[in-house]
């Protein structure tokens, strides 16, 4: 009866042992993003153009490159074409993933209109195993400027 009950008793730790580590791997359903937020600080409207992957370039031993590009995926994004409004935020859930060697896992160069102009505001946004980064410059215009530093962007007057 002894060997019954010792036997129940390391089934049922190895069993939680079991459930634990895979709630451990599994983790929260938005687990696998980073939200990068922009907010429109300014007084004007920007137009969503597009999202555009983020050029890179592999070299051999003999200095020759050939331009790839990281990998983008979202979790979540706004529309091409949607408008954030002045005060408004968008939320970018740009996709990251553990890489043992480092290097950016995803990234992301987003396109924006400032609205009633011919310019346009560029954030890139990059994710790392354990961290972000993130950059931007407002081409055509020097009346706005825009901020970034890890997942919080600005766009201000």
């Known amino acids: 009866m002894n060997a019954v009950k010792s036997r129940r008793g390391l089934i ?11 709630m451990l ?3 929260p359903a938005s687990a696998a993003s ?7 600080k300014s007084s004007v409207e920007l ?5 555009k992957s983020v050029p890179t370039y592999v070299c051999n031993s003999t200095v020759h490159c050939v331009a790839t590009h990281y990998p ?3 979790e979540g994004r706004p529309g091409d074409g949607s408008v954030l409004k002045p005060g408004g935020t968008d939320t970018w859930e740009l996709k ?3 890489n043992l060697f480092g290097g950016v896992g995803y990234a992301a160069n987003l396109w924006y209109k400032i609205v009633g ?8 946004i990059e994710t790392y195993s354990t961290s972000n980064e993130s ?3 407002v081409i055509g215009t020097k009346k706005y400027t825009c901020v970034a530093g890890d997942t919080d962007l600005e766009f201000k007057n």
Do not use: H, P, W
């Not at 980073?34 to 429109?40: A, E, I, M, T, V």
């Not at 137009?47 to 999202?51: D, G, S």
């Open 25 to 27: 791997v599994a983790g």
């Open 12 to 22: 049922a730790i190895v069993l939680g042992c079991v459930l634990a580590a895979s």
């Open 47 to 51: 137009k969503l153009v597009e999202a």
């Open 117 to 124: 102009t011919e310019d346009m505001v560029n954030y890139q």
């Open 72 to 74: 983008m995926e979202f």
């Open 34 to 40: 980073r939200g990068f937020k922009l907010q429109n």
């Open 135 to 137: 950059s931007c410059k």
């Open 96 to 98: 990251y993933k553990f």
